[in-house]
């Protein structure tokens, strides 16, 4: 396997470009397939460091000129919160009306 192909393209998930190579040469050509198949693009970050290099690999090995490759949909990047986090400022009364609560 050439170097170039065991370089981790997605380090939130460790998916590397021989992984995605693979999943173009089966058919997936949009970073949403690739995403589905491989997983790169899950990971923590969602994406944002991944998916403008699957974007480069597709263009490459298809030719799509990398402005035509279908996007992923957007998600909200995912982070832990403390519990205390979330309870600091609760206002049970504003958030719990009384008559589901049956005080
Ligand atoms: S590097 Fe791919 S999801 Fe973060």
Do not use: H
């Amino acid at each position: 396997m050439p170097e170039k192909e065991k370089r981790i393209i997605c380090r939130c998930e460790e998916i590397a470009e021989q992984d995605i190579r693979n999943a173009v040469r089966e058919g997936y050509t949009t970073i949403k397939g690739i995403k589905r198949r491989t997983r790169a693009g899950m990971g923590l970050c969602q994406g944002r460091t991944c998916a403008s290099l699957i974007r480069d690999i597709i263009s490459e090995m298809t030719g799509i000129p990398k402005g035509q490759i279908e996007e992923d949909t957007p998600r909200f990047p995912a982070f832990s919160v403390k519990l205390a986090d979330l309870a600091r400022d609760f206002d049970r009364n504003e958030v719990i009306p009384d008559n589901v609560t049956g005080r």
